[in-house]
């Protein structure tokens, strides 16, 4: 191993990898609770320039990096080795103290953890407040299965409407059996919020930020990212066709 201040840590919780410069970072994520998704933490001796560069080209940046079990390449991290401090793995008997080769780490860290998809969700508000519309896409990991959720809501702002565009897909996963999920939004308010950077101030909001913080509680894997209006177009355009129903209607289309 090399020196210690190129260390790095990379830690495997549900369908979740994050990278992690520093050892407290790292443990935050090992959950004490029996509900918390398994984790497994490895330990490598310098990231290499691709991977960094990989991970900026993601949008992910400073000390901390996430990405989806499903986005690993064979050379990405190199040889990782089982880290010591993984308490919660020890008390299950999984700790070894001889290194792992590359293809057995993997093995061990990027094995699927139930059932996964992305959500997609946007809100519409003509007039802002005005008649509105909430709208969601989901998709499972597998590629075999695909939802389009609409709902009206009668007349509301578009910050109300878009914190039910995420309540009506989270909803809606839940009761489809899924366990792991990554959200996706082009309204930086939801995002921040959900993720605990933004304080939530407006009343009206306030309970619809504590339902939706309840929903994301319920999956073993949670990760919520704010982009671009273009990359949301098609929650976007789930939401405009809401406006025009009647406020409670749900409408859904699959695709299997």
């Avoid at 959500?119 to 407040?129: V, W, Y």
């Amino acid at each position: 191993m090399k020196d210690d201040r190129e260390a790095f840590f990379v830690v495997r919780k549900g369908d979740l990898i994050g990278v992690y410069k520093n050892l407290t970072d790292c443990q935050a994520q090992v959950g004490s609770s029996i509900c918390d998704p398994p984790v497994s933490v490895y330990k490598g001796c310098s990231i290499p320039e691709n991977t960094e560069k990989y991970l900026l080209s993601c949008g992910l940046k400073n000390a901390l990096y996430s990405i989806r079990a499903s986005d690993l390449t064979e050379e990405l991290f190199g040889t990782l080795v089982p880290c010591p401090v993984q308490q919660l793995a020890a008390s299950r008997g999984e700790t070894s103290s001889e290194p792992m080769t590359k293809k057995r780490s993997q093995e061990v860290v990027w094995s699927d953890y139930g059932r996964s998809c992305t959500l997609e969700f946007d809100g519409s508000s003509k007039g802002n407040p005005g008649q509105s519309g909430a709208g969601a896409v989901l998709r499972s990991d597998d590629g075999l299965w695909t939802c389009r959720l609409r709902e009206g809501l009668g007349v509301a702002t578009t910050s109300v409407a878009e914190y039910r565009g995420i309540i009506l897909g989270l909803k809606y996963a839940l009761g489809k059996g899924f366990t792991s999920i990554r959200v996706r939004g082009d309204s930086k308010l939801v995002c921040m919020q959900i993720q605990g950077l933004w304080k939530v101030k407006n009343q009206n909001i306030a309970s619809l930020y504590e339902e939706t913080t309840k929903l994301k509680d319920r999956f073993l894997s949670f990760q919520i990212v704010h982009i671009l209006r273009d990359l949301n177009s098609e929650a976007d355009a789930q939401a405009n066709l809401a406006v025009d129903l009647a406020e409670g209607q749900v409408q859904e289309e699959i695709d299997e």
